[in-house]
């Protein structure tokens, strides 16, 4: 076969740790693929092996992506059909593949995604925190300077955040959390699908307790789920516009050089900016 009719690249989803959540279509992909290109080649060996399939493999991880962009390439060339799997759950979600897909995209290959498990959405789906508007981040920096940074910069979000986090960080992350988001509520997922499947629910500190108590809960890989800053409340200088605000200070007789202060400190913006605004406005009456 030839370019003329090349393979498709399947997108598969695999269980995050239950093996009955793959999917049929999942299975029969796997099946009918000419080879996989699987995150870490052992570990999903274990998975074909379960399926009762022995399919060619090359591993495809963050280290190795860039290089197997044409290799695969030309195995889709050639007609050939490939799975794409990582380790557990959906590729590309904290996961390799982003890299592939895009550059096999940008060279009009066909894709398909195969749908099944991922641990962010199945937290969410039990941690009883609000799920209309949500923002995954991720891993957190592994650095404590950065790790409070990026929640210094994701504390005012209103929407649900979620990140994933890794057993030897968990109790740092929590630390974390208590000193950017004290009081807010959060939902530790641990296990997810698996035997010893737990969700935990609290503050930063309560947790932090629950964890120190009882050593095992900080075991496994976690689905971290905390809830969105309040709405703020819209104060009704707000809604406010600036000319009038200009034009009322004008109105009571402030001077242009008081008024420009005023309008800086309660709208932001440099004072002389101001000035020549309000000057301006002066000048249309």
């Not at 109790?171 to 004290?182: F, I, K």
Request: aromatic share 4%; with cysteine.
């Amino acid at each position: 076969m030839t370019d003329d009719n090349p393979g498709t690249l399947y997108v598969v989803a695999t269980p995050i740790g239950n093996l009955d959540d793959l999917t049929a279509r999942a299975a029969r992909v796997l099946g009918q693929v000419t080879r996989i290109a699987a995150e870490d080649t052992r570990h999903s060996g274990r998975l074909l092996a379960h399926l009762g399939l022995n399919k060619p493999m090359l591993s495809l991880h963050e280290h190795n992506e860039a290089r197997r962009v044409d290799t695969l390439d030309s195995y889709l060339a050639a007609g050939e059909d490939i799975a794409l799997i990582s380790d557990a759950g959906t590729p590309l979600i904290s996961d390799p593949g982003f890299v592939l897909v895009r550059e096999l995209r940008a060279r009009n290959r066909h894709i398909v995604p195969i749908p099944g498990p991922c641990a962010l959405i199945t937290a969410l789906s039990g941690a009883g925190l609000p799920t209309d508007r949500f923002v995954f981040a991720g891993f957190l920096p592994a650095k404590p300077g950065a790790r409070r940074q990026a929640l210094e910069d994701w504390k005012k979000r209103e929407e649900t955040l979620v990140f994933y986090e890794s057993p030897h960080r968990i109790v740092h992350t929590l630390e974390a959390l208590q000193e950017q988001m004290a009081g807010r509520d959060v939902v530790l997922a641990r296990e997810l699908t698996k035997t010893f499947e737990t969700f935990l629910h609290g503050t930063p500190a309560s947790l932090l307790e629950q964890l120190t108590a009882d050593p095992n809960q900080a075991r496994g890989e976690f689905v971290v789920i905390v809830a969105g800053a309040p709405p703020v409340e819209q104060s009704e200088h707000q809604d406010i516009s600036a000319d009038a605000l200009l034009e009322a200070l004008l109105a009571e007789g402030v001077g242009v050089k008081q008024s420009a202060a005023i309008a800086a400190r309660m709208l932001g913006g440099r004072k002389q900016v101001w000035y020549a605004r309000l000057q301006a406005i002066k000048g249309e009456h």
